[in-house]
């Protein structure tokens, strides 16, 4: 038998593999294997998605801050390679979706191999920049009603995602910023990191969501904002969740809510 | 390195061994280590805990079940040899605590090597007996107010605590019911088996939480009773949460009205 997964600190979660269906090392070593949970893909030895799980990410990541929003038009992806983000983000029917992925091969191999993205590479709407996210949130003159940090776990290519420069350039070009901010179960450290960094925010809150594709399962949230609330009002999220019709396998209005009541040793992490 | 953890149908969960602190093979394989995140319990290969993250299940196991009552005097813990059920029920200030473990040595060992009992196994209000669960509750003639199963996944020992007869049994002498009812990412059968045998109760509701100690990390609770409501009431649990002035490190009562809020795809599994 033959085994992939994501090897940590004092940790290893570890899938069967039936066949490597990608492989490349470039700027990131990109991996694609077929599991009995779907297909898996890591970079840089870190899980980005397992197709069975797939949707308890990146429904959470969307949908909270497009609901968020009362009327999301342009809405800025940093990362999301994948596409999946992509997905979710175009259900809501948005004018423009600008996507910026610093790495070319993570969307071609996901395109022609993972097969998640369901066409949205090719959506009119959207348009594709392969740069450095940071660099082009600093030097952007377009504004955003949502932006959404979908960055892999900091490595060299990753780490200054992370920094309260970059959070900043974010704040000045949209209404609504979202990211995933890790785990609370073994990347303290780093949240402490953003919750750091983030804190000039006006309005900000973390969630979590189980994720079972991660380790340990349990990943958290960051959403913020200088002009808006940011805490979920249930009775508005029910109104737009039935207006819009979006189609989930995971989010619901109930759930979003929920997600913010966060377990106590999490709350004290995050504050 | 050596390493120590849980290996199921494609998946791994393993972590790093310091120290290996115990190990018996009679009814069941009993091993404990030392691992980057405290001691680890396995029974028979399974995670039962780990220290870190131990509190996330204790504490929704037991504190969901026992702020449902109205005034939890009498309880019965089927199982729970590692004393953390125990441990937790026992805050609640009860008259009197029944505990059936069908492996003594669990309780021996975890007394002696996890300690994370808290002295519980000591307490006078304890009472031990070593038996197995399914046939004490078949032939019990006494009366609890909460009834809570801390089994272990199902092997040959404990599969019988997944029966419609067993639940019956169970619904005969208690006015609140309440189990871990396994993982919704990967045992769906086993759950199914557990929606179907128990669907008699009045009133029953499922509930979730991350737990990162078991693998996927996110995992299912079934709450019922023929007599008493299940579902939460905010306020209620609010106001006995404050005057039963009891400390935890992962529930609260707006934790546990969000447990009820299921992921789409795990609400569809448990109907």
Redesign the interface.
């Known amino acids: 038998m033959v085994?992939a997964?994501e090897i940590g600190?004092?940790?290893?979660?570890?899938?069967?593999v039936y066949e490597k269906i990608y492989e490349s090392k470039n700027l990131q070593k990109i991996e694609i294997f077929r599991?009995?949970?779907g297909k898996m893909l890591l970079i840089d030895g870190c899980i980005q998605l397992i197709e069975k799980?797939e949707?308890?990410y990146h429904e959470m990541l969307v949908h909270v801050p497009m609901f968020t929003h009362s009327n999301p038009r342009k809405v800025l992806i940093i990362g999301g390679g994948d596409g999946c983000t992509l997905r979710e983000v175009l259900k809501h029917n948005p004018e423009k979706v600008v996507m910026v992925e610093i790495d070319k091969e993570v969307i071609e191999a996901c395109k022609k191999y993972l097969k998640l993205d369901n066409g949205s590479f090719e959506n009119e709407k959207v348009e594709i920049i392969i740069k450095d996210g940071i660099s082009y949130v600093e030097n952007c003159k377009e504004k955003f009603d949502v932006l959404i940090v979908d960055g892999t776990d900091p490595n060299p290519t990753s780490m200054s995602l992370f920094s309260r420069e970059f959070f900043l350039s974010c704040s000045n070009i949209t209404d609504i910023f979202c990211m995933q901010s890790q785990s609370p179960?073994?990347q303290e450290k780093l949240i402490k990191t953003i919750v750091k960094n983030t804190s000039f925010f006006k309005n900000r809150a973390f969630y979590?969501s189980?994720?079972?594709?991660?380790p340990?399962?349990?990943w958290s949230f960051l959403i913020a904002s200088n002009k808006l609330e940011v805490r979920p009002n249930y009775n508005e999220l029910r109104t737009k969740f039935a207006n819009k019709r979006i189609e989930?396998?995971?989010?619901?209005p109930?759930?979003h809510?929920?997600?913010f009541?966060?377990?106590?040793?999490i709350a004290k992490l995050l504050t």
């Open positions: 085994w997964g600190d004092g940790y290893k979660m570890l899938f069967e599991t009995k949970f799980f949707k308890t179960a073994f979590i189980c994720i079972p594709m991660y340990f399962g349990i989930t396998e995971h989010y619901t109930e759930l809510v929920s997600a009541n966060l377990p106590k040793w």
